[in-house]
Structures are given as C-alpha cells and as structure tokens.
C-alpha cells in the first residue's frame, strides 16, 4: 500500500530510456552551437591580405581604382620648358693680312685694345721687328730696324778729378721710352704675336730661318736682356775721342744690347725686366 499523492516508483527499463532520449538532445544542442560558433568565426575573420607583386623598374603598373562616378579624361600635364642659355658663338677669325698690309692692320688692332701706337713706327712693322728681335738674340743692335725711335735728348757725362761719369740726368732721356713699353698690355702683346705669327714665320724664312720657331727666337732675346747685370748710378767711361767706352772692361765687354740696357739706368733696368719676365712668362704657358 503507498501514501496518497505519491507517484509509482519508476522501474529500471523506464529510467533508462529518458537517459538515453537526455543524451541524445544534448548532443543535438552541443552540435548545433558548435556549427553556430564556427559560422560567426568564419564571417568575423580578418580577411586576407594579399601581399602586391614587386614590380622591376622596366614594368610600370597603374592601380586600378574603382568608383561609381563616371570617369572623366584626366588633363593633360603642361609641358615644363627649360631655359636653356646658349653660348654665344664666337666671332669669326678676321683673316691675315698679306706682308704688305701687315702694318696698318697691327696698329688698328692695338689701337682697338687700347693701346698707344704713337712711339711705333716703320712700313715694314712685322719684317723690320723680326730682323731687330733676331739680332737682339745674338746680343747685337741693329738700330736701322728699331721699330721705335730713339731719346732725343744728348748724351750727358760728369767730369771729376780726371774722370768721366754717366750723368744720371741721362737716364732720364729714356724715361718716356719705358714708360710706354711698361704700360703695354702683356695679354695684347701676346695674343697680337700669336696672331700674327705665320707673318712672323714668313719674315724669317725671309731672313734664312724657315724652321725657325718664332716662340724661341723671342725668348732667346729677353734672356740676353735679362742677364743685362746690375750696376749702380755711377759708371765710370773712357773717352777715346770717337765714342765713350766703359771703363771697367767687364762691362766693355758686355754684348752691345745688354750695354745699350746700362745707358738706360738702373731704376728704368728694373722696370724693364719686369715687363720682360711678364712676357717670358706669358709665352711659356
């Protein structure tokens, strides 16, 4: 007999058959949550970015870009057009004269860079400086083809106990000599003679030299000018009654140019070698 309101004890097969029925829905949910879980991961997963393709300087790649807007032409870049300063072509060579035009064309041409002609003289410029230039070399002057005139003033001398001195006022006889010779453009000097020097060659071959280079002749003569020694103010001379001779025999014997230099006194010697060595110095580089 069992109380009121009790319900019969469930038996063994009962039992087990809600166990086995418990099982399979857990199972149904546990699936189901499963499948549920891996479709959020799956649609919460970072995409994938794909790496770009290196591109070789020789491919050129154009990304595409995608838009809803209708393209439009894109505007042509503007042309950037560069200065470029051009040289100004050089002026033609005006042409060499012939020997018998030479002078006029020298002097128009020194005259045009500004340089005094007054001193120079001669009809026969380029001939006349190439044969006084070649003497000069070999220590003689021929002064029949100085291209420049000589002092006018006389030659001074100083009588003192029995003997004969240069007067120092002589020197100054070649003051206005030097003077222009030191304010020739050394440049001018050098490019004239590098103009004219087929006209320079010419003239020597006239004179026996057609191998001659001119460079060296002119180089020869200022190293005879330049090894002129130097002396003080006062020079004793000899008077032979035909012509005053230096009465120290080391300068007597002195080539005639470097003595014709010592007539000129030695401040206007120095000044001298100065503008020569600027014009050794020129021709050489």
């Known amino acids: 007999m069992r109380d009121f309101g009790q319900e019969p004890a469930p038996t063994p097969s009962t039992h087990k058959g809600k166990l086995i029925i418990s099982v399979i829905v857990l199972l149904a949910i546990a699936i189901v ?5 891996a479709k959020q991961q799956n649609s919460a997963k970072k995409p994938e970015i794909k790496q ?39 002026e033609p060579e005006v042409p060499l004269p012939d020997m018998a035009n030479s002078t006029s064309a020298v002097l128009d041409e020194l005259k045009a860079a500004e340089q005094n002609v007054e001193p120079i ?5 380029i001939r006349d400086t190439v ?22 003033a006389p030659f001074r001398v100083l009588e003192q106990n029995g003997k004969i001195y240069i007067d120092p ?10 003077d222009w010779f ?43 000018l330049l ?17 005053y001779r230096y009465a120290d025999p080391t300068l ?23 503008k020569l060595e600027a014009i050794q110095e020129a021709l050489t580089q």
Do not use: H
């Open 33 to 37: 949550v499963v499948f549920y879980l």
């Open 227 to 243: 090894e002129t020694p130097s002396v003080g103010t006062v020079i004793e001379l000899n008077d032979d009654s035909v012509m």
């Open 182 to 224: 030191v304010s020739l453009d050394t440049d001018v000097l050098v490019s004239m003679f590098e103009r004219y020097k087929p006209l320079v060659k010419q003239a020597l071959g006239e004179i026996g030299y057609p191998d001659q280079n001119p460079n060296e002749m002119l180089l020869e003569a200022i190293n005879v």
């Open 252 to 274: 007597e014997a002195l080539p005639a140019a470097q003595k014709q230099m010592l007539r000129t006194g030695p401040d206007n010697i120095r000044r001298i070698k100065l």
């Open 169 to 178: 006022r002589s020197y100054d006889r070649y003051n206005p000599m030097v």
């Open 121 to 125: 003289s001669g009809q026969q410029l």
């Open 131 to 152: 044969v006084f230039v070649d003497n000069l070399r070999q220590g003689l002057v021929i002064r029949e083809k100085a291209t420049i005139a000589g002092p006018t």
């Open 52 to 90: 770009p393709t290196p591109v070789t300087q020789n491919e050129e790649t154009t990304p595409a870009v995608e838009s809803d807007e209708p393209s439009t032409p894109a505007e042509p870049i503007p042309e950037i057009s560069e200065t470029v300063e051009l040289e100004p072509e050089p």
